[in-house]
């Protein structure tokens, strides 16, 4: 099974909820955790779950310390953005997290920049296929990219010319599928696979869960089996 990484900051709570399932360790990828990256939603009915996934849970920064984020806590949060999903929440939710981060990209040094290997529009998802590395030099276009915490990608804040010298963005060489790709959804029961195509709403690495959403409007999040690009 695959784990999502994820954020969380003033959420830290002494103690969990006596009875409560074991906490489960997460990886910090990404400043900002939703609802949607700690539970499975498919128990939501449809018209809420599209606003469910989206219920922060906090943030952090990078070299924050391991935290627990309480089972109870999660619940405030729950009844304080979305007051009709707080009967679920106290079905639902049933551990506490130890949450970790996990930086995404080290500050660029003289040989951690990239080139552009064709011209990249204007808001548009960076993918690592479109850059080779690069040293850095006296070119690097600074102010390249800005980080869209809802879907995990980087988008280019300007357009991009092929060839220019940009910095290491976060995610280079371990982004497994990006935001707006269609993913194949494999369900198994026994001997019985069935597949279904589905548009990644979140950018995603290896062995971390995203969410997915059909043309119906049905939202999940499944873990991602898929290799870096």
């Known amino acids: 099974m695959l784990t999502i ?18 906490p489960r360790t997460v990886i910090v990828a990404q400043p900002v ?6 539970v499975d939603l498919a128990s939501i009915p449809i018209p809420l779950r599209a606003r469910a996934v989206r219920i922060e849970i906090g943030a952090t920064s990078p070299g924050s310390a391991p935290r627990l984020v309480t089972r109870r806590s999660i619940i405030r949060r729950i009844r304080a953005q979305l007051p009709f999903l707080g009967g679920w ?3 639902y939710i049933v551990r506490d997290y130890t949450v970790l981060y996990r930086a995404q990209a080290a500050e660029a040094r003289n040989e951690d920049c990239l080139r552009a290997l064709r011209d990249i529009a204007e808001n548009e998802v960076v993918r ?3 850059f080779t590395a690069a040293q850095c030099g ?4 600074s102010g390249t990219f ?4 809802a879907e995990r990608t980087v988008r280019a804040r300007r357009r991009i010319a092929a060839s220019s010298v940009v910095p290491l963005f976060a995610g280079y060489g371990v982004t497994a599928a990006y935001a707006g790709d269609t993913l194949t959804l494999l369900a198994s029961n026994g001997p019985v696979t069935v597949t279904r195509q589905m548009r990644a ?7 971390e869960r995203v969410l997915v959403q059909s043309d119906d409007g049905q939202v999940l999040s499944v873990p991602y089996a898929g290799t870096a690009r």
Do not use: H, N, W
């Open 5 to 22: 990484g994820i954020a969380v900051s003033g959420l830290a709570l002494a103690g969990g909820d006596p009875g409560a399932a074991p």
């Open 138 to 141: 006296k070119t690097v276009s």
């Open 146 to 149: 800005r980080y869209i915490a």
């Open 128 to 130: 690592s296929e479109d």
């Open 89 to 91: 929440a106290e079905a």
């Open 201 to 207: 709403m979140q950018s995603v690495r290896r062995r």
């Open 33 to 38: 955790v939703m609802l949607g990256d700690l």
